[in-house]
């Protein structure tokens, strides 16, 4: 009975269980999808002193097979993963080798692109001096004298290459058309590239311009051999002048001696390069141009003003000292403790003055005379 049923219209059952199984295949086939996406690059957290290129790849291509509802399941969780160990300063080839957030089953990736280029930059920070530029000229029988910046430097920070190009900055121009009387100028500090990072806590710089009327009681002067004396030389560093002397133009009311203007001012250039304690490496490398101030310390220079300084910048050259590392590094005694009279004794004694090198204190002696030139 149950084979006769079975084998009526045996043709047309053959036929519908074809076509169930045509539709299943079809029905299952449908979900199945092909479709390319951009998952995101995550890259790690970098040291102190390195950052990103803005120019790196944010995400990357890639072609995605399987089932529509996992791929739609997991879509969001996909992403590529830099390796921190990989990376160094400069510019970095980094193989895909895995797509995270797959899940075990379902998915197949094909990667559409190469390897991801990734551009490491070293940070760095520089003090450059704060200049300004003037046009024009004051009225007749009136005269610009001097100008004070304030503050005169500002420290910046960014990528090696950016920074290397800026040596100073320039606030703006002052036009002294017209200026009859000393008047002070403001500006604010910007025009700053974007990847550059201002770390001066001054955001605006002050420029006070003197401006004098000429008479014939002005007299304008000039004194030689002026000493120019290092200025924040970092432990560790020594620094060698193109000029250790310079010539300073001004002008006075009265006639001064050489011996007046040598004690009343004191000119000096910024050394600002630093070691590193470990490389033994001086930061910036190579030599620097500074440009040389003059202060007046002394009230009897009130009137003087100062219109030019011969030259204006130094070339400041910087090498190790040769016993910086037995400073840094202090010997362990093997000795056994001293017996503490003889420290007491040793402490009680006048240090010999015999064995001090030449040029660590400033020497008091009689006044010289230097030629000033009316």
Known sequence: MILRWIFENWQAKILSFGLAILLYLNLQSSKITTREHYIPIRYPKLGKNLFYSDKNKQVYNVKLEGHKEIINLHLQDLHIDINEDELSPGTNEIEVKKVEGLPPKGIRVKLLEGPIKVVVDTLESR???????????????????????????????????????????????????????????????????????????????????????????????????????????????????????????????????????????????????????????????????????????????KNVDIIEIIPESLTVKYSIRSNYKKDTKKPISTQPDEDPKKEKTDENKQPDKSDEKPGTEEEVGPPQEFPVEN
């Open 127 to 301: 003090t450059i001096p704060i200049e300004v530029g003037f046009e024009k000229e004051p009225p007749p029988n009136y005269m610009k004298t001097s100008h004070q910046v304030s503050p005169s430097t500002l420290t910046i920070s960014g990528p090696k290459k950016t920074i290397d190009k800026w040596n100073r900055y320039i606030a703006g121009k002052i036009n002294l058309e017209d200026k009859r009387e000393t008047f002070t100028r403001k500006f604010r500090i910007n025009g700053l590239p974007g990847n550059l990072k201002l770390l001066s806590k001054a955001r605006e710089v002050n420029v006070k311009v003197k401006i004098v009327k000429t008479s014939s009681d002005l007299s304008e002067q000039m004194v030689v051999g002026v000493p120019v004396r290092c200025e924040g030389l970092k432990k560790g560093l020594e620094a060698e002048l193109s000029k250790k002397k310079i010539s300073i133009k001004f002008y006075s009311p009265s006639n001064l001696n050489s011996f007046q203007i040598m004690q009343g001012i004191r000119a000096t250039v910024p050394c600002l390069n630093t070691i590193d304690p470990e490389t033994l490496e001086i930061k910036p490398a190579g030599e620097s141009i500074e440009k040389v101030k003059v202060n007046k310390i002394s009230a009897d220079l």
